[in-house]
């Protein structure tokens, strides 16, 4: 049998779900090597701030879209089959507000919130006398929400029963991981998964990303289920939503979409309006009559989404002689896209290697 020796680079849940794939396949001998590893809080590394969780926000005909129903599947067999993981079900409900049409969240969420979304198979609308004067109209359908402090741990430990190696190490150059590979030997391949870290990641230098700062208060109040509504009327920017984790996670309360700001510190005030927003949006969220004092917070948290103009970059490149093949980008839908992007950097693998098979002979 033939070995394929492969670089992972990064370890956040682009980077592991990628490795998880990949090391299905016995002849594959991968290592995945970062700076930051499960575990971990650093506003470098994104994944662990996430929510997480599954609201589509790619057009149906988009690769985002595509991405994320490949992706479905294999959240809710996670969901339903293997606990352990930290992703459980939760019912969730959807608020669209059409004077939102134009704002920055608004954009975002412009899919999620038709009236008739391309995941309609499993999406009733919810009927318009249960609505608030200031709502338009609304979806509900079955959702997951991922405890990323279990879900992450536990992508390294399946990654880990495949045979995966895990390293630590900083890189100024993409196409020196090639020879961090356990074996001691050159990779054959390098697979680029720094998220907001490939702008300057020497090699890549990619201009086109740019942080979208998220804001969050976790909290141990269960608003029962999962909401989020289209905009707010605070700033074009800001965001409502609120999940709760498995596994004893908390519950969620965000947010924002704030481009281009790369302060790491929880905003105060910010906070106020997160929590007055997700108490107005869900009332028993706290008890009969209270306000955000009613709230039993957890901590305060930011994260930088890894942004990028053209949407995520799934591809394969030559730097320096070295093949590496990008994913990166996701903003934010890292997860909910995860194994559908990780089955295209899959089959690009696929590829390569049966090219290079082809040209030994």
Same mark, same amino acid.
């Given at each position: 049998m033939d070995i394929s020796r492969i670089v992972v680079l990064g370890a956040g849940v682009s980077g592991l779900t990628t490795a998880l794939l990949l090391s299905k396949n016995p002849s594959n001998k991968i290592t995945v090597t970062a700076k930051h590893m499960p575990g971990d809080y650093d506003i470098e590394y994104c994944s662990p701030w996430a929510g997480a969780n599954y609201f589509p926000v790619g057009a149906e005909d988009s690769a985002v879209g595509k991405w994320e129903r490949e992706t479905w599947p294999y959240l809710q067999d996670l969901a339903q089959n293997f606990p352990e993981a930290g992703i459980q079900f939760? $019912? &969730?409900?959807?608020?669209?507000?059409? @004077? /939102?049409?134009?704002?920055?969240?608004?954009?975002?969420?412009?899919?999620?919130? @038709?009236?008739?979304?391309?995941?309609?198979?499993?999406?009733?609308?919810?009927?318009?006398?249960? !609505?608030?004067?200031?709502? $338009?109209?609304?979806?509900?359908?079955?959702?997951?929400?991922?405890?990323?402090?279990?879900? !992450?741990?536990?992508?390294?430990?399946?990654?880990?029963?495949?045979?995966?190696?895990?390293?630590?190490?900083?890189?100024?150059?993409?196409?020196?991981?090639?020879?961090?590979? #356990?074996?001691?030997k050159r990779a054959d391949i390098v697979i680029n998964c720094t998220g907001l870290s490939s702008? &300057?990641?020497?090699?890549?230098?990619?201009?086109? !990303?740019?942080?979208?700062?998220?804001?969050?208060?976790?909290? +141990?109040?269960?608003?029962?289920? #999962? +909401? &989020?509504?289209?905009?707010?009327d605070d700033a074009d920017d800001e965001i409502t939503?609120? #999940?709760?984790?498995?596994?004893?996670?908390?519950?969620? !309360?965000?947010?924002?979409? +704030?481009?281009?700001?790369? /302060?790491?510190?929880? /905003?105060?005030n910010l906070a106020i309006r997160i929590m007055k927003r997700c108490v107005e949006l869900c009332p028993n969220l706290v008890e009969k009559g209270q306000g955000i004092e009613g709230l039993n917070i957890i901590r305060h948290s930011v994260g930088l989404r890894p942004l990028r103009h053209d949407g995520p970059?799934?591809?394969?490149? @030559?730097?320096?002689?070295?093949?590496?093949?990008?994913?990166?980008?996701?903003?934010?839908?890292?997860? +909910?896209?995860?194994y559908g992007c990780a089955t295209d950097v899959m089959r690009i693998v696929e590829l390569v290697l049966q090219h290079n098979e082809k040209a030994k002979l």
């Open positions: 939760q $019912d &969730t409900v959807v608020y669209n507000r059409l @004077k /939102d049409k134009e704002s920055i969240t608004g954009r975002w969420f412009a899919e999620l919130t @038709k009236p008739e979304p391309w995941y309609r198979s499993v999406v009733p609308n919810v009927p318009k006398y249960e !609505l608030k004067d200031s709502i $338009d109209s609304a979806n509900r359908f079955t959702s997951v929400c991922i405890n990323t402090a279990v879900y !992450l741990p536990w992508l390294v430990g399946q990654c880990r029963k495949n045979g995966v190696e895990f390293k630590r190490a900083i890189f100024t150059h993409v196409t020196d991981a090639a020879d961090s590979h #356990m074996s001691g702008r &300057t990641l020497g090699g890549v230098w990619d201009s086109t !990303l740019s942080p979208a700062r998220g804001q969050i208060v976790v909290v +141990q109040n269960d608003p029962g289920n #999962m +909401q &989020t509504i289209s905009g707010t939503y609120l #999940m709760a984790r498995a596994s004893g996670g908390g519950t969620i !309360l965000g947010g924002s979409l +704030q481009k281009n700001n790369w /302060d790491p510190l929880p /905003d105060p970059r799934v591809e394969k490149e @030559k730097i320096n002689e070295v093949l590496v093949v990008h994913n990166y980008g996701h903003g934010g839908y890292g997860y +909910q896209t995860s």
